[in-house]
């Protein structure tokens, strides 16, 4: 089955600067890959997702990455803010009836 | 439109106790999950269902029971509780595999 690696586990940012998080995943079929933002005692909820067919996507100041060929995709935040410390999870999902599978996640930190 | 609720929000149980969380939906979706979430071991699925009536295991099933009789309901079950079970429990669901899965507020459950 799929599995997703994510790093780093933790990554602390002067506010300003711009944070990036990888994934790498092992299916290639893989054709699906959220973000979920997962503020301190909230519930994840999706910030932006790429399919296969896109090598990059952008919203405002977050954007993804996708290569295919090298099965790795990344999350960059821009000008990061206090608001952006979370918990950020990646996932892939396979295809067919198959459910997501999510990384281990990466505890940002923004210092003001 | 209340979107994916969860009860209860918390609950503790002795070691050997059962119990069930509720997962409901009013979104008509198809996929529904539950995770589990632990320090350092990010959001690990426990089973799902693609459909009412079908069930899954995912990764960590073991220890855990679902049905979904209902396609708006997707219940977990706890037949013998153990404290390798205290965990933040939380339910998902999305239309279909590849699209945004909403999460519940979460279950804070521990076992004494």
């Known amino acids: 089955g799929e599995n997703v690696e994510q790093h780093p586990s933790t990554l602390s940012v002067q506010e300003g600067d711009s944070a990036v998080i990888k994934c790498t995943y092992s299916d290639s079929a893989s054709n699906y890959f959220p973000w979920y933002k997962q503020e301190l005692g909230k519930r994840p909820q999706l910030i932006i997702d790429i399919r296969s067919n896109v090598g990059e996507k952008k919203d405002q100041r977050i954007a993804v990455t996708l290569n295919k060929t090298a099965k790795h995709f990344s999350l960059h935040i821009t000008e990061t803010q206090p608001e952006d410390s979370a918990v950020y999870f990646c996932a892939a999902l396979s295809s067919g009836n198959t459910p997501l599978v999510f990384g281990k996640g990466t505890r940002l930190s923004v210092i003001a | 439109n209340a979107g994916v609720t969860q009860t209860p929000k918390f609950r503790v149980l002795k070691t050997g106790q059962s119990m069930t969380l509720l997962c409901a939906q009013d979104m008509n979706h198809e996929y529904m999950y539950w995770y589990r979430q632990d320090p350092g071991m990010g959001l690990r699925l426990i089973h799902y269902?693609?459909?009412?009536?079908?069930?899954a295991k995912g990764e960590v099933p073991d220890g855990y029971n679902v049905s979904r009789l209902k396609k708006q309901n997707f219940l977990l079950g706890l037949e013998s509780a153990a404290p390798s079970q205290t965990s933040v429990y939380f339910c998902a669901s999305s239309l279909k595999g590849s699209t945004e899965a909403f999460f519940g507020q979460g279950t804070r459950l521990t076992v004494v």
């Open positions: 269902s693609v459909g009412e009536g079908t069930t």
